[in-house]
C-alpha cells in the first residue's frame, strides 16, 4: 500500500444477523495524503456507512463489519487493518488520525458544555496540552475557520451559536488532533447556501494548505465539484462507478450516474427557468399581498412588559396569478416561512392585506405542503382518512363523491391503487408527499403554499415531484408559493422569484431576469454562493458578516425603501 | 429580576392558597377537637366546662374569623397551640422534622448512590445479561410495597443475624452518631429500595436515549475513551430527567413517611401528622401541612436551579 487509505472489498451489516443484513456489498477505493474523494450517492445509498465503517463509529450504531479490509497508514508509518481493530486502538486512530464533521451541526455538539470545552478536551487528549495551553490552541482553532471574537466564543454554548458558526467549531474539533484523513458527511446539507459556501471555501482551503486526506460524502454531485480529485458514486450499498472528477463529471459510464447528473437541479444562471409564464391577457390573479408585516412581541422583564418586537417580515407586497409560480428563497430567518404562514392564517399579520382571488369551493383557497412529509402525517391514521381530514374540517360529508374523490387524486398523484387503507409508515419518502400534495388538494383550493417541499428528499425523488407539481399545476391552474432555500429547484419550478433578505423582499421579477440579472447586492451574493457543475473551478470566498439583527424597539418603523425599476416587472430595492 | 427571586414571591402566594384548603378541609371531617382530645372522658365533661375549653382554643368563632386569627398570628411566626401536645405546633414539628429530614437524605443517597450507577451499567449494556438482571431488580424494588421490605430487613438482619439493633428510644443525631445511623439504616433502606428502583429505571433510560444522540457520535469520534464519553458527554445530559424524580420523591419524604416511621417506631413528622388529623388536632394540622408545603417549594426551587447548572439552554430570565 502507497497511499493513506484502501479499502477492499469492505462489508458491513447491521443487527443481530449482519450477515443477513448487509448494507454494504464490496467497497473498494484508495485514497492518497491531499487527495479528496467525494462518495455520491442517496439515502440508502451506504455512503454514510461506508464512511462510519473507516473510524468503525458504525460499531455503535449497531453496525458490524461482516468482511474486508481497511487498510489505513497511520502518521508513525504502521499500516494496521482498521476492519479488525480493537476498541482501545480505535481510540487511538479516532480524532488523531482520522477527524469527522458530520451533518447536523445543531446536535452534533454537546448542549451542556461550551465549545471551548468541546475543542479543548481534543488538544488535551491528542497533545497532551495543559488546560491553559488548550485553552490557547481552541482559540487559535476558531481563528483558524474564520470565528470572529474567538476567546469569547469559547465561553458560549452551542445553542448560541448559528449553525453556520457551528459547522465551524466542528471543523475546528475535527482538525484539532492534526488528522490525517477527514470524513465530511454531508457537511453542509443542513445550512443555507451562503453559509454552505463559507463551510466549502474553508475545507477547499484545507485542501490547499495542508495534505490532509478528505472523504466528502454527498447527495448532491455538484457541491464537490469544487475540489474534489476522484468521485466514487454508491447506489444501494454498491460502487457503481468511481474515477477522477472531470472523467466521471463529463463521460459518465455508468447509467446511474448519468441518472444522478441529470437528476440534480444543476443551477444555470437563470438559463434553464420556465418559459410557461401565465402572465399576460386575461390571467386572474389568484393571491395578492400589500405590505404585509408580521412581527413577534419581545418581552422582558418582572411584569413581561412588551420591550421590543422582532421584525419577521416587513412590508411585504407580491402578486400570484392562477397558473404561476412565486418562488420565495432566502436563507434562514429570513421571514420566508412565516410568510407563507401569514398567508394560511396561522399567523396574525401587524399589518397588510392578504386576498385571494377566490373563495374556493369550501371557502379555503389556500392549503399547504410541508418540508418533511414523516412528521406531517400522523402514524396512526390510514391514508383514507388522512385524505378525509380537509373534509370533516370544513363540515363535509365523507360520501361516495368525497371517495371518488380520494381515489381520484390518489391515481393523479401516482399512488399505488388500494393505498386507501394503508398506513403512511408503508410509504417511500417521495410517495409521503405525494401523499401530501393530494390532501392538499382535496378541497380544489386555487393557491398551495409549498414550504421547502421537496428539500427533504432524495435527487431523482425530488426531480419526480417536481414534475408531478408542474402537471397538477396545469391541470388544475394551481397557483404555488414555492418557499425554499435551493436556488436551482426554484430555476426549475418558479415563474417568478422574490428575494427575502431580514424580512423584506429586495428583489422581485421573472426568474430568467433576476437570475441572470441580478440587481440586488444580496441576490448576487445568492447568486455566487450557489455551487454548480459549470462553476467547478471557481473558488468560494469565506464571507464572515453577520446579518443584521430583527429585534426593534416598540413602535419603531422601517424608513421606506424605494424600489428601483430594472426591467418590466423587475423591481429591486435601491441600497444606499 | 432574577428567576429565583421571582419564584420566591410566588410562595406566600401558594402558602396561602394550602392554608385556605387545610383549614377548610380539615374542619370538613366530622368529629371536633375537645372530644378527640378527651377521649371517652369527654363525656364527663359539663356544658359550661366544654364550652369554656372551646372559647380557649378559639374553636366558638365562625371559620373566618377563626383563620384570621391563626393566619394573622402565623405572619408573626407563631403556629399556635396544639391541643393533643399542649405545646407550641412550631416546637412540635422543630421536634421532630431532624428526624424526617434525616431519614430523606439518607434514602436520596442510597437512591442515588445506587440507583445512577446502576442505571448507567444496565444502559452501556443494553439486552446483555447484566441489563437484564439489573432491570429484574429494579422492577421488584419498585413493585414490591415498603413494608414488605421493611419488615424482610428487620427479620433477616436482626432476628435472623442478631446485628442492627432494631428499635428501642430514638437517639438523635446529636447524641451518637453511630447509634443514631444503626437505628436509621434500615428504614433509610427500606425508603431507599423503592426510590433507587425508580432512579434505575429513570438514568437508564434517560442514558440509553443520550447514547443515540448525534454528539456522543461526535464524542467518540474525538477518540475520547468510553468512560469520558459516557461521564463527561452523555450523564450531564442524561440527569435531567433524574433530579426531576429525585426532587419530586425528596420533597415526599420531607413530609414524612407514615408507614416505615411506623414499623419502625420513628417519631417522625408523618406519624405527628397523622396523629394531629385524628385528634383533630386543628393547629398542628394547619401548621405541620403549611410547613411540608413550604419544603416541597424549596425543594422545587432548588430543582429548578439544578435544570440551570446543568444545561445552559435553561435560561430562566428569557422565559
Excluded at chain 1, 487528549?125 to 481563528?143: F, K, N, P, S, V
Excluded at chain 1, 377566490?358 to 410541508?370: K, Y
Amino acid at each position: 500500500m502507497t497511499g493513506l487509505l484502501s479499502v477492499r472489498d469492505l462489508r458491513v451489516g447491521f443487527g443481530a444477523h449482519p450477515e443477513d443484513n448487509e448494507v454494504v456489498h464490496g467497497v473498494s477505493f484508495d485514497l492518497g495524503p491531499g487527495e479528496t474523494l467525494a462518495i455520491v450517492g442517496e439515502s440508502g445509498s451506504g455512503k454514510s456507512v461506508t464512511a462510519m465503517a473507516i473510524n468503525r463509529l458504525v460499531d455503535f450504531g449497531g453496525g458490524r463489519i461482516t468482511g474486508g479490509q481497511i487498510e489505513f497508514a497511520a502518521g508513525d508509518g504502521s499500516v494496521s487493518d482498521l476492519a479488525r481493530a480493537e476498541e482501545n486502538m480505535l481510540e487511538t486512530i479516532r480524532g488523531r488520525e482520522i477527524g469527522m464533521i458530520f451533518q447536523e451541526p445543531m446536535t452534533s455538539l454537546n448542549p451542556v458544555l461550551t465549545v471551548g470545552t468541546q475543542i479543548e478536551e481534543v488538544f488535551r487528549l491528542q497533545h497532551g496540552m495543559t488546560r491553559a495551553d488548550a485553552r490557547i490552541a481552541a482559540r487559535e482553532a476558531l481563528e483558524r475557520v474564520r470565528i470572529p471574537d474567538a476567546a469569547r466564543r469559547l465561553t458560549y454554548a452551542p445553542h448560541q451559536l448559528s449553525g453556520g458558526m457551528l459547522q465551524r467549531v466542528m471543523i475546528a474539533i475535527a482538525l484539532a488532533g492534526n488528522p490525517r484523513l477527514l470524513i465530511a458527511d454531508e457537511p453542509t446539507t443542513a445550512l443555507d447556501v451562503t453559509i454552505q459556501a463559507q463551510i466549502l471555501g474553508l475545507l477547499a482551503e484545507l485542501k490547499r494548505d495542508t495534505d490532509t486526506g478528505m472523504i466528502f460524502i454527498t447527495h448532491d454531485i455538484g457541491l464537490v465539484a469544487g475540489f474534489a480529485d476522484r468521485v466514487m458514486v454508491m447506489q444501494e450499498g454498491r460502487v457503481v462507478e468511481q474515477g477522477p472528477l472531470d472523467r466521471v463529471l463529463d463521460a459518465p459510464e455508468h447509467p446511474y450516474t448519468r441518472h444522478l447528473l441529470e437528476a440534480v437541479p444543476h443551477f444555470s444562471d437563470g438559463k434553464s427557468a420556465r418559459r410557461d409564464g401565465a402572465r399576460g391577457g386575461g390571467a386572474r390573479t389568484a393571491l395578492d399581498v400589500e405590505g404585509l408585516s408580521v412581527r413577534f412581541p419581545v418581552r422582558s422583564g418582572l411584569l413581561k412588559r412588551h420591550s421590543g418586537n422582532v421584525h419577521a417580515v416587513e412590508g411585504v407586497s407580491f402578486d400570484l396569478m392562477r397558473g404561476e409560480t412565486l418562488g420565495i428563497v432566502g436563507e434562514s430567518g429570513s421571514g420566508k416561512s412565516t410568510t407563507a404562514r401569514a398567508i394560511l392564517g396561522l399567523e396574525t399579520p401587524a399589518r397588510g392585506r392578504i386576498e385571494t382571488g377566490d373563495a374556493g369551493e369550501a371557502g379555503r383557497p389556500v392549503q399547504m405542503v410541508f418540508q418533511n412529509p414523516n412528521a406531517s402525517l400522523n402514524p396512526r391514521l390510514t391514508v383514507e382518512q388522512i385524505l378525509a381530514e380537509p373534509y370533516i374540517a370544513v363540515g363535509r360529508r365523507i360520501d361516495a363523491d368525497a371517495r371518488a374523490r380520494m381515489a381520484g387524486l390518489l391515481e393523479r398523484v401516482e399512488l399505488p391503487q388500494g393505498s386507501l387503507a394503508r398506513y403512511p409508515h408503508e410509504f417511500s419518502g417521495g410517495q409521503r408527499q405525494r401523499l401530501c400534495i393530494a390532501r392538499a388538494l382535496m378541497l380544489n383550493p386555487s393557491v398551495l403554499v409549498l414550504d421547502e417541499a421537496v428539500s427533504a428528499l432524495d435527487v431523482s425523488v425530488q426531480a419526480r415531484v417536481l414534475d408531478l407539481l408542474v402537471d397538477l399545476q396545469k391541470e388544475f391552474h394551481l397557483a404555488y408559493l414555492f418557499v425554499t432555500h435551493d436556488m436551482a429547484v426554484v430555476e426549475r419550478i418558479a415563474h417568478r422569484i422574490a428575494v427575502v433578505f431580514a424580512g423584506q423582499i429586495v428583489e422581485i421579477g421573472p426568474t430568467a431576469e433576476v437570475l441572470a440579472n441580478p440587481r440586488h447586492s444580496y441576490t448576487r451574493q445568492l447568486i455566487a454562493a450557489v455551487p454548480s457543475l459549470e462553476r467547478r473551478h471557481s473558488a468560494f470566498s469565506v464571507d464572515t458578516s453577520a446579518i443584521p439583527s430583527l429585534v426593534r424597539p416598540v413602535g419603531w418603523e422601517p424608513a421606506p425603501v424605494p424600489w428601483a425599476e430594472a426591467g418590466a416587472d423587475h423591481r429591486f430595492r435601491a441600497e444606499g | 429580576m432574577s428567576y429565583p427571586l421571582r419564584r420566591l414571591l410566588v410562595f406566600p402566594l401558594v402558602m396561602l392558597g394550602v392554608s385556605v384548603f387545610v383549614f377548610i378541609a380539615i374542619r370538613l371531617v366530622p368529629g371536633d377537637a375537645i372530644t378527640a382530645m378527651l377521649g371517652t372522658e369527654s363525656g364527663l365533661l359539663t356544658p359550661a366546662q366544654r364550652e369554656a375549653l372551646t372559647a380557649y382554643f378559639g374553636l366558638d368563632q365562625n371559620w373566618f374569623v377563626q383563620f384570621w386569627r391563626w393566619l394573622s398570628r402565623v405572619l408573626q411566626g407563631d403556629l399556635g397551640i396544639s391541643t393533643t401536645y399542649g405545646k407550641p405546633v412550631m416546637t412540635i414539628i422543630l421536634e421532630h422534622f431532624p428526624l424526617t429530614l434525616e431519614l430523606a437524605v439518607l434514602s436520596m443517597l442510597i437512591a442515588i448512590g445506587i440507583g445512577l450507577p446502576a442505571g448507567i451499567f444496565a444502559a452501556t449494556r443494553k439486552d446483555k445479561p447484566s441489563d437484564m438482571a439489573v432491570r429484574v431488580i429494579a422492577m421488584v424494588g419498585q413493585s414490591t410495597p415498603g413494608f414488605v421490605v421493611g419488615l424482610l430487613l428487620i427479620f433477616v438482619l436482626s432476628v435472623g443475624f442478631g446485628v442492627l439493633p432494631q428499635m428501642g428510644t430514638f437517639v438523635p443525631l446529636t447524641e451518637g452518631i453511630s447509634r443514631n445511623l444503626a437505628q436509621m439504616i434500615l428504614p433509610a433502606l427500606t425508603l431507599g429500595t423503592a426510590f433507587a428502583a425508580a432512579v434505575i429505571r429513570i438514568s437508564r433510560s434517560a442514558m440509553l436515549d443520550i447514547l443515540r444522540e448525534d454528539f456522543v457520535r461526535t464524542a467518540r469520534s474525538k477518540g475520547l475513551s468510553r468512560r469520558r464519553v459516557i461521564w463527561r458527554h452523555a450523564l450531564p445530559n442524561a440527569l435531567i430527567p433524574v433530579v426531576t424524580l429525585s426532587g419530586v420523591e425528596f420533597g415526599y419524604l420531607l413530609g414524612g413517611a407514615v408507614l416505615v416511621e411506623q414499623i419502625f417506631a420513628l417519631p417522625g413528622l408523618g406519624r405527628v401528622v397523622l396523629d394531629a388529623i385524628q385528634q383533630r388536632d386543628y393547629a398542628l394540622v394547619q401548621g405541620s401541612v403549611l410547613f411540608i408545603a413550604f419544603n416541597f417549594m424549596v425543594v422545587n426551587l432548588l430543582v429548578d436551579l439544578a435544570y440551570a447548572a446543568l444545561d445552559p439552554r435553561i435560561r430562566f430570565e428569557t422565559k
